[in-house]
């Protein structure tokens, strides 16, 4: 049996070493930003889930397993963050995607930055009743 949990370690192991080096290969042979920031967000997650799970089952049913469980838990939702606040940040300061045939997209004009206050919206003139005015 444990060589059996062995085996399986060992290949979860290699499977995220492989993630890991295709996620290289991907942010260096891919075009622009935008391809190769999906490119290491995706393959950074996926790498790191395969290399904490064999982890986990070489450390067994112990402390080190727990805290195997709250690294996971940390990066499911910082990875995926920290991917799209890259994106958002690049896009707002104007950095185009490429298009299919390898020239720059024009990028949409952003008309608001997300710091900018919001205009209040002046409420609507009511009759006593509570129903709007008639229109003349």
């Known amino acids: 049996m444990e060589i059996a949990l062995d085996l399986l370690s060992w290949a979860l192991l290699l499977v995220g070493g492989f993630f890991a080096i295709a996620g290289g290969i991907g942010v260096v042979r891919l075009p622009d930003f935008y391809t190769r920031l999906h490119a290491s967000g995706v393959t950074d997650t996926g790498a790191a889930y395969f290399i904490l799970a064999g982890l986990m089952i070489q450390g067994g049913l112990s402390i080190i397993t727990v805290k195997l469980v709250l690294i996971g838990f940390f990066m499911f939702f910082s990875n995926p963050t920290s991917t799209y606040s890259l994106a958002a940040a690049a896009h707002?300061?104007?950095?185009?995607?490429?298009?299919?045939?390898?020239?720059?997209?024009?990028?949409?004009?952003?008309?608001?930055?997300?710091?900018?206050p919001i205009e209040p919206i002046e409420p609507t003139p009511t009759k006593p009743g509570g129903a709007p005015p008639s229109q003349p």
């Open 92 to 116: 707002r300061s104007g950095m185009a995607p490429l298009d299919g045939a390898g020239g720059p997209n024009k990028p949409e004009p952003v008309e608001k930055s997300l710091a900018e």
